[in-house]
């Protein structure tokens, strides 16, 4: 490990409240599966010094169904959500997602509130969350508060989250239409996303790409086409607000014209 | 701090961001756990905790506070997995081994092709392009039957 | 009759790595230790103007070229590498100081401020102003051939760099003993470690070098180890102590070495029916920063590069260039995968240019034992190029599959190639190796310096052994390399472990035998005590190689192999997923059929990864994805089922009818995946295949 583990320190929470407690009276950076963290620390790339572990708070590991609402509690694995009946039922791009991240033991430890705290644009279950209007549950010491998901960043890997919150849960309305979903990452598994697509067909269409922009993006002129146009006017639209840039893994131009496709296959496919 | 390593209880002194890879390799002297790249990647690092696997290059030792870890030397030297690894020549250089096994120890008892693919997705090997572990898995199984 | 020999036995080190009991360098530890880093150049080109220790150094070992005892160079073929840069910066991530603590946390903490003065860097080896080493291989009249050939066919393949990914790191741990120093290291060949500690150290010390159990290697603990080796034994003479030096990935991705780019150029000549008149080709690798083993690699990739054809007509040029980039150097295959990635991509669009079908183009110009080699080797009767591929093509109903996939997402395509076995040319006849065989009091002991890397040396060598000697396998011990004990048997390189090592390890046993006069090693050690055999290699009588003009016996014998490839793509976003490899290859004898099956296995997926998924991202001349999640090795999803036949040809100079093995498999898998994305309707001629590159591929 390239950071020095001398400088750094860790606390352990026991319930949300006390966690809570502890972020309302010092910054510290919550752990949850800490396959993001850790990466981090290996890497010596992250500044931050103080932990909080988080993973001991067994009232976040939950799926339930409220008032007709899934609610994925922030530390629901991926090994879970693709387990669960509910999620099967509702949200099955979710499992679609979840199956492709990592590897086992990557969906053993990785959770949904981290994948959504982490803010990367590569996240997997972002592009879900955003396709479904979905609605983060951030709770500080002795208050909540309801973000919808597609508000929720801010810029890359920034958010609206206080450094004194927690992701509690993440609120899944339900959803009608067709779901649909595809990743195409660096290989078949073990993958980072290069472009990752959801979308929903139902009324109208939602899609949301991850991996093409500093967040993951809602394509709403594309829906709005889709909407009351033809396909090809929306694939006008599409280009008018998919601008993605070159990195190590990928071109620019790829994931524009990957987007493209993708997006008509969505609407092909989901007819 | 304590918690069941390979069916013992243990109690170590470690600093609880310390990782858990380290924690086994340098303070419990188990160095049949690998580090291959130290970011989840290779799965070299592999061990079970409370019974599923994690890559322990990525688990701070504070997480497996009153855990059960098992080991590669957990499964013992009489493991099926590991004479069918033998017979089927699935270690090659034998760095990924451990984990490989430890990941093969995990899956259900008669597994298809299919489920051993998916099973050690996160199981990293340059030597035997996978397939010899294959058949090591399914011949392991095979004998589990018999 | 054997007994041992063609049966998948047991492997000596099967039960230590299934149990994880089996110790690798970083599993070692010795008594007062000390931890060793590398402060490395963060420029590609330049000099070094000041170095300033920004650090409390109690405690620390600091070493630096000045600190060297003996010569600053590692020892190789030409000798232009210096262990530490003096001033001169030639290439990113370069060692310059040496830094040693007992406490990792503050090894890792302390801050070395280099300024430099940087000049302009050399990135593209086509505008390298100089060549390591330029090689010509000429037969025939060239110029004159393609004048008057019916059909002229050009063309340019480029490949990438690709990494090694053993699993294990590059380390080293080297210990302070009798005044000397011990090194155990995880490495492919103990002598050249040997050599190099010697260059650096002088010859007042005594040293040792013992190789640990190694988590990998493909080349990539061939030379390299040299380099670590030597900044251990530095800091260790200087401390005094023990000092173990593990590169984590992304310093073992971004400072050692990796396969040479290549950019091939064919032309060539036919007639109108498609039998080869013509072949001009011309090869340039991208050999990085110091020669290294890049003139070997060179020639290898030269000698390969006509494929296995016949042509009464062909000149090869190759160059290695300089560029600002960490040295490249040794990786399975050796330059024969760059060159007969080109050689049968060509063939490919020579047949669509023909229109003729691209399988009766290579049966018609395959190498037939009798034929001549563009080095005008006259091949022998152990030649099998046709038999792998019409078992190829046989096997995979080949000629109906490419009918009836023709227009679909499904493509299929084929490779045929050669791997020649042992070192190029007079190469084992100046190494003489050495090996040695003891008598022990149950059994015997073989003593060589060849290492266990994954791909069973030591289960394979036993083998040998057994049956020579007529022993049971279980009594034949094999020793653990330490040059202070073990013949120098060479290096564990060129797929000469089984071919050359185990043939003089059988003469050995054979005469262990004969000295046995019918008792069994027990009862003669009971009653004459131990004694050994030493045996040197002999080079068949008939090999004739002119080093100067590059033409006669390269290779006392040849591997051979065809891979067929089907892959799958999805046009939208133009992933390729191969769906199943077929490989086809001969190469003598399997001694044991297992590992012989893992090393087939294990190297086609290796070239799997090479053609498809692999991609070294350079900027700014270092590589710019040095991790695990980054660079993309096959994953268990990304490698498909596959199909390995192994054809028997004995080869009358091997141990038991064995030839090479460890690299042919590498040389197939990107030629017949990229044939199969022809086949597909994609002009694609260079790999990695990635989608980003196929995206912008013309159609065919
Ligand atoms: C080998 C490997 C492969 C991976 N593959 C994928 C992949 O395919 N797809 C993908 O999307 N991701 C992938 N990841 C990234 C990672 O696994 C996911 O982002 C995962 O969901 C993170 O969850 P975690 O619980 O491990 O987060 P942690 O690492 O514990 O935390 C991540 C961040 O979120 C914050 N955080 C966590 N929980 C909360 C909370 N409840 N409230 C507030 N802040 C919180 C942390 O402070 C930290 O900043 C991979 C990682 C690795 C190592
Ligand atoms: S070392 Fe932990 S996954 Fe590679
Ligand atoms: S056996 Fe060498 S990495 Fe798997």
């Given amino acids: 490990m390239k950071t020095a583990l001398s400088t750094l320190e860790m606390r352990r929470a026991t319930s949300v409240a006390e966690a809570l407690e502890i972020l309302r009276d010092e910054p510290r950076m919550p752990i949850a599966g800490a396959t993001d963290v850790y990466v981090g620390l290996n890497f010596g790339t992250l500044p931050e010094l103080r932990y909080l572990d988080i993973w001991a708070l067994d009232e976040l590991r939950t799926i339930t169904v409220n008032e007709d609402v899934l609610v994925l509690g922030a530390l629901a694995t991926y090994t879970m959500m693709v387990a669960s009946a509910l999620v099967q039922e509702r949200l099955p791009m979710m499992i679609e997602a979840a199956r ?59 958010t609206v989250m206080r450094r004194d919150e927690l992701v509690v849960a993440v609120e899944v309305p339900r959803v009608s239409g067709r779901q649909w979903f595809r990743k195409v990452g660096t290989r ?20 949301a790409v991850g991996s093409i922009a500093p967040t993951v993006i809602r394509l709403t002129a594309t829906e709005r086409a889709l909407a009351t146009g033809s396909l090809d006017e929306a694939m006008v639209a599409l280009r008018g607000e998919v601008n993605p840039i070159d990195d190590i893994r990928s071109t620019a131009d790829y994931r524009k014209r990957v987007t493209e496709n993708l997006v008509r296959r969505f609407w092909t496919e989901t007819a | 701090m ?33 580090e291959g790249c130290g970011e989840g990647e290779c799965g070299a690092c592999t061990v ?51 984990g490989m096994v430890v990941a093969a120890s995990v899956l259900n008892e008669d597994p298809s092709l299919e489920e051993i693919r998916v099973g050690l997705a996160g199981n990293l090997c340059r030597c035997t392009g996978y397939a010899a572990i294959y058949r090591a898995i399914l011949s392991s199984a095979r004998a589990g039957k018999a | 009759m054997t007994t041992a020999v063609g049966q998948s036995v047991s492997r000596k080190d099967g039960i230590g790595k299934a149990t994880g009991a089996t110790k690798y360098a970083d599993d070692l530890h010795f008594p ?99 060549s390591f080493k330029d090689i010509t291989i000429e037969k025939g009249d060239v110029e004159d051939a393609l004048a008057s050939a019916e059909i002229v066919v050009e063309g340019t393949y480029r490949t990438g760099h690709q990494e090694h990914v053993y699993i294990e790191t590059n380390g080293v741990i080297a210990v302070p003993e009798h005044g000397g120093i011990a090194l155990y290291g995880s490495l492919q060949c103990p002598f050249y470690a040997y050599k190099a500690l010697r260059s650096v150290l002088g010859n007042d010390h005594p040293l040792r070098v013992i190789q640990t159990e190694t988590g990998g290697g493909f080349g990539g603990k061939e030379e390299y180890p040299s380099m670590i080796a030597g900044h251990a034994a530095l ?72 494929g296995p054809y016949r042509c009464d007509n062909v000149k090869i040029f190759g160059r290695a260039m300089f560029t600002n980039t960490p040295p490249n150097g040794a990786f399975r295959g050796f330059g024969a995968p760059q060159t007969e990635f080109a050689m049968e991509v060509h063939m490919e669009r020579i047949a669509e240019q023909l229109g003729m079908d ?77 090996a040695r065989l003891d008598l022990t009091a149950t059994g015997a002991r073989i003593m060589v310096a060849s290492t266990e890397i994954g791909q069973g040396t030591r289960t394979m060598h036993a083998q040998i052994v057994s049956d020579a000697l007529g022993v049971p396998y279980e009594t034949i011990e094999v020793a653990q390399p330490d040059t202070s004990v073990v013949a120098d048997s060479g290096p564990t390189v060129a797929s000469r472990t089984c071919m050359v090592v185990g043939k003089i390890l059988e003469r050995c046993a054979l005469e262990m035998k004969e000295r046995l006069e019918g008792m069994t090693p027990a009862q003669y050690h009971a009653k004459h005590g131990a004694f ?92 710019a994805n040095p991790t695990l999640t980054n660079y993309t090795i096959p994953t268990t999803l990304d490698t498909p089922e596959l199909d390995i036949v192994m054809l028997e040809n004995h080869y009358d100079g091997g141990p038991f009818g064995a030839k090479g093995l460890g690299e042919l498999p590498m040389d197939g898998p990107a030629p017949a995946v990229v044939n199969a994305i022809r086949h597909l309707g994609l002009d694609l001629r260079d790999i990695p295949a990635i989608p980003e590159t196929l995206i912008a591929c013309a159609s065919l």
């Fill in chain 3, 235 to 306: 800091l260790a003479v200087k401390s005094g102590r023990p000092v173990k030096i593990i590169y984590d990935r992304v310093e073992d991705m971004v400072a050692t070495t990796k396969r040479h780019p290549s950019i091939v150029r064919h032309r060539t000549g036919l007639t109108r029916e498609g039998r080869l008149v013509a072949m001009d080709v011309d090869v340039i690798l991208d050999g990085g920063a110091y020669s290294t083993l890049s003139a070997v690699v060179l020639s290898r990739g030269c000698i390969h590069a006509a």
């Fill in chain 3, 32 to 130: 007062g230790m000390l931890f060793g880093r590398t402060i490395r150049s963060t420029i590609p080109c330049g000099r070094v103007k000041s170095i300033r220790m920004d650090f409390d150094t109690s405690g620390f070992t600091i070493v630096d070229y000045r600190d060297i005892p003996h010569r600053n160079v590692v020892a190789l073929i030409d000798e232009d590498q210096p262990y530490l840069v003096e001033t001169e910066v030639r290439h990113m991530a370069e060692a310059i100081v040496l830094l040693a603590h007992e406490d990792r946390e503050k090894l890792l903490g302390a801050n070395v401020v280099i300024e430099y003065e940087e000049a302009e860097p050399v990135f593209d080896p086509e505008r390298s102003p100089h």
């Fill in chain 1, 188 to 207: 078949a598994a073990q993958a980072i996303s290069k472009v990752v697509v959801a979308g929903v067909r139902g009324e109208g269409a939602r899609i």
């Fill in chain 3, 532 to 623: 050994s055999i030493v045996k040197e290699h002999i080079q068949p009588e008939w090999m004739r190689w002119d080093d100067d003009n590059y033409q006669g016996d390269a290779y006392a014998t040849y591997a051979w192999g065809c891979d067929v490839a089907e892959v799958e793509i999805d046009r939208d976003t133009y992933e390729v997923r191969p769906v199943k490899v077929t490989a086809v290859q001969e190469f003598g004898r399997p001694i044991h059929p297992a590992l012989a099956m893992g090393q087939i296995e294990g190297g086609t997926v290796q070239g799997l990864g090479y053609a498809l998924l692999e991609h070294v991202v350079m900027k700014n001349g270092a590589m």
């Fill in chain 2, 2 to 34: 304590r918690f069941t390593l390979n069916g013992v209880a243990t109690d170590v002194a470690a600093h609880p961001m310390k990782r858990l890879l380290d924690v086994l390799r340098e303070e419990c002297g188990l160095t049949g756990t690998k």
């Fill in chain 1, 100 to 158: 492709q991240v990592g590897g086992p033991q990557i969906q053993n430890r990785g959770t949904i509130g981290g994948n959504i705290a982490n803010g990367s644009p590569a996240g997997d279950s972002l592009p879900v969350l955003a396709a479904c209007d979905a609605v983060v549950v951030l709770q500080s010491a002795g208050a909540e508060r309801r973000v919808k998901f597609t508000e929720f960043y801010t810029g890359y890997r920034k």
């Fill in chain 2, 48 to 98: 079970l905790v409370d019974g599923v696997t994690v890559c322990s290059c990525i688990v701070p030792f504070g997480q497996a506070q009153d855990a059960d870890v098992v080991t590669i030397e957990g499964l013992g030297n009489a493991h099926g997995l590991q004479q069918a690894f033998m017979d089927e020549v699935g270690a090659q250089c034998g760095i990924c081994t451990p």
């Fill in chain 3, 358 to 434: 691209s399988l009766t183009l290579r049966e018609m110009n395959a190498l037939r034992p009798g034929d001549m080699t563009a080095t005008s080797q006259v091949l022998k009767q152990d030649a099998s190029a046709l038999e792998c591929l019409q078992e190829a093509v046989r096997r995979t109903d080949y000629r109906r599959k490419r009918e009836e996939l023709k227009g679909t997402n499904r493509g299929i395509g084929l490779a045929l190639f050669y791997h020649g076995a042992g070192f190029t040319g007079a190469g084992e006849q100046r190494l003489a190796s050495k």
